[in-house]
């Protein structure tokens, strides 16, 4: 080989080297930046998400509180009515307990001071059955004879569930 034939081959391994080390630092630098724009796009999709997903359970939980107030409001407006006209000729209907068997369990967002009037006038409300009960089962039909007590109940009632309707009417606002 000739001293020129040499440093044209030289030139060419040095030019093929030098393309390929270019390649490959342009193939890294170009995968490093890729991969960091994906992860950065990655995370900002997952803490987007995250904030979505966070705004809907906030929501969803507002949500739920409102329907169990207005349930609870609304079961207590039907037993203040109940109360007013406690005795229908011999008939003496039940207080409804519906709403507050379904949410009783939901109440742990509330004030402290709501959910202490609430155990107490549901547990006002299942004396006040029993004694309905007791007068439908022990007496004899159309006798009365727990009229009484449970017309002095129904008042208690009425005082009881006007609080807890002003207290759940200014929650649901």
């Known amino acids: 080989m000739t001293p020129m034939n040499n440093n044209l081959l030289f030139n ?31 995370k900002r999709t ?19 509180l409102k329907l169990v107030l207005r349930s609870l409001l609304t079961e207590a407006q039907e037993n203040k009515k109940i109360t007013e006209n406690w ?11 519906e709403a507050w068997n379904i949410f009783k369990g939901s109440i742990d967002h509330l004030p402290q001071e709501i959910q202490e009037k609430l155990i107490a006038v549901y547990a006002e409300i299942k004396k006040y059955n029993s004694l309905v009960d007791y007068d439908k089962i022990k007496v004899p039909y159309g006798v009365g004879s727990m009229d009484a007590s449970i017309q002095t109940e129904a008042q208690n009632m009425q005082t009881k569930l006007n609080g807890l309707i002003t207290d759940l009417t200014v929650l649901t606002k």
């Not at 060419?12 to 890729?34: P, Y």
């Not at 005795?87 to 307990?97: D, R, Y």
Request: without cysteine.
């Open 12 to 42: 060419l391994l040095t030019s093929l080297a030098s393309g390929l080390v270019g390649s490959i630092l342009g193939a890294l630098v170009g995968g490093w930046i890729s991969y960091k724009g994906a992860m950065d796009s990655a």
């Open 46 to 64: 997952i803490d987007a998400l995250y904030k979505q997903e966070l705004k809907k359970r906030h929501e969803d939980e507002k949500d739920k």
């Open 87 to 97: 005795k229908v000729v011999h008939s003496k209907p039940q207080l409804n307990n």
